[in-house]
């Protein structure tokens, strides 16, 4: 049995690729521990996996600013040296890095001891961490026709992202039940990612009157730290009740998008894996504010492959009119299902797996894997 270390944390985006993959090495009969953040986005979704081995690593994101930037070395350097003596106490077979700031150092140190590291970037555009350690990186996995200067072509793979194993297609209406919705409503989720939207949430907030008033149920993720929990019950036009629901956390993904005819959601690659996998229709509205302006180039692929539709947000109005004419036009819906079902036709974790234990193997020569188009 290997030992693998996987650097996921920081948001939901990098962290539950890194769940997935660490479950899908135990599968195959190696180790994997999970180096996160000390924030609680963390902290809540770990909590679902008592089974799987996470350590915090000391960490803080990239600023400009005085203060931020010496708490960003500070930070950086004592996770440096956390990284150091992880790596001699443990011995890796190998390293994942899916970008953020619990990254660079894990990799520095791996790379150090000689121990083969990859890298996974899962946007349309690759962050900061995945550009600067992609020189020392033996693998670089990225998207479809992604490509970084300066990583050699023959480090690439070009795969999606791993989805954890739970998530998958559930029966509509025993998943609406296991959420507390109606099974016979149509039903519209707001996804706001692993910290909520509070554009999204002012949005649902103030479309409910007139969603209720269609028989339309609402089930608003809203994200840490946005509002407690909150159920109301609304009345359509024939009287009939209709819930919404305002959350600040989901730990049931799979019965959300399951559940629902249309998510409103943000263009992170994690949500949009999501959806795929899912095959749920979906209105995306990028973070106009994300670095690079990645969650757009992460919208306009998917829209260009008819896996859903894109609103900016400054036309919060077209978001309106998009849900209220797309939620009730079924064969749209069926078209957009069809799609993501095709979108959905390799599996990157099982192609990651294969790849990496290639990669990592410590009998004779690194074997190159053929590269592969997921």
Not at 223 to 236: I, Y
Request: proline share 5%.
């Amino acid at each position: 049995m290997s030992t693998y270390l996987i650097s996921c944390g920081g948001t939901g985006g990098h962290l539950s690729p890194g769940i997935a993959l660490a479950e899908g090495l135990a599968a195959r009969g190696h180790a994997a521990v999970l180096l996160i953040s000390h924030k609680r986005v963390d902290a809540r979704l770990v909590e679902k996996y008592p089974h799987l081995r996470f350590e915090r690593i000391p960490g803080s994101p990239f600023t400009l600013k005085p203060a931020g930037l010496f708490s960003f070395v500070v930070s950086q350097s004592r996770g440096f040296f956390f990284s150091m003596k992880l790596v001699r106490a443990l011995r890796p077979a190998g390293i994942v890095g899916f970008g953020g700031f619990t990254t660079a150092a894990i990799i520095v140190a791996g790379k150090l001891c000689g121990v083969p590291v990859a890298l996974h970037e899962a946007n349309r555009i690759p962050g900061r961490a995945i550009r600067l350690l992609g020189r020392l990186a033996r693998r670089v996995y990225l998207p479809p026709g992604v490509t970084i200067a300066g990583v050699r072509s023959s480090a690439v793979r070009h795969v999606g992202l791993p989805v954890r194993k739970e998530i998958s297609r559930q029966y509509q209406q025993e998943a609406r039940r296991r959420l507390g919705l109606e099974p016979n409503q149509k039903v519209l989720a707001i996804f706001g990612g692993s910290q909520g939207a509070t554009v999204l949430n002012d949005w649902a907030r103030r479309e409910l009157p007139l969603l209720a008033a269609g028989g339309i149920q609402l089930y608003c993720v809203t994200g840490m730290g946005k509002g407690a929990a909150e159920v109301m019950t609304l009345k359509s036009q024939g009287g009939v009740p209709v819930k919404a629901v305002f959350v600040p956390f989901c730990d049931q993904v799979a019965d959300l998008l399951s559940a629902s005819d249309l998510v409103v959601a943000r263009a992170g690659a994690g949500s949009i894996a999501e959806l795929i996998r899912c095959g749920t229709p979906s209105v995306v509205v990028p973070y106009p504010h994300a670095a690079d302006n990645h969650q757009q180039a992460n919208a306009d692929y998917f829209a260009q492959q008819g896996g859903g539709v894109v609103v900016e947000q400054s036309d919060l109005l077209a978001l309106s009119r998009e849900v209220r004419g797309l939620i009730f036009d079924e064969a749209r819906l069926q078209e957009l299902r069809k799609n993501l079902q095709a979108m959905d036709r390799a599996d990157p974790l099982d192609l990651i797996l294969a790849d990496f234990e290639i990669l990592t193997s410590r009998v004779g020569v690194v074997r190159e894997a053929e590269p592969t188009v997921a």
